[in-house]
């Protein structure tokens, strides 16, 4: 019988409206809520993108804005393993951070729930003027940069 390990790491959302998305990040029984807005960046886009990078041993972040305030998350290489760091900035100045949470793992216990999180989210496909459009044409890419299987 294959053992599972806790999830450390989980990224669920609510349906977004009017251009506010409601994600619920939960790392080590911690629970964050960030309620993002589509302006002026799309953040689930952007987490697309940084997933691939970090996957590939890059620095990369995510900008989840509040509007005015943002929560900046941030995935950084060590060695083998990634970091996540989740940041809080007042009035989304990058300057003035304060960490809120940070863990470190293997590409899958850090990036796979981020990833699951937008297949989860491609599959509702949802649309203007409830949240704009995401190009999901790399997120088998990123799947393979994470290293995990089709069974996974």
């Not at 993002?36 to 697309?48: F, T």
């Not at 943002?70 to 990634?82: D, H, T, V």
């Not at 890419?141 to 995990?148: K, Y």
């Amino acid at each position: 019988m294959k053992k599972h390990p806790m999830k450390r790491i989980q990224v669920r959302h609510e349906a977004p409206s009017n251009g506010w998305l409601p994600i619920r990040l939960t790392v080590s029984g911690r629970e964050i809520v960030i309620v993002a807005s589509d302006v002026p960046n799309n953040p689930v886009q952007e987490l697309l993108e940084t997933l691939e990078s970090a996957a590939r041993g890059s620095e990369a972040s995510v900008w989840w804005h509040l509007e005015p305030d943002g929560y900046y998350l941030r995935f950084f290489p060590i060695g083998g393993e990634i970091k996540l760091v989740l940041e809080f900035a007042a009035e989304s100045k990058a300057c003035c951070v304060e960490d809120v949470l940070s863990i470190q793992g293997t590409r899958a216990e850090v990036l796979l729930p981020f990833w699951r999180f937008l297949r989860e989210f491609q599959s509702y496909d949802y649309s203007e003027p409830d949240w704009p459009s995401v190009d999901y044409r790399r997120i088998a890419a990123v799947r393979e940069a994470i290293g995990i299987s089709h069974e996974d």
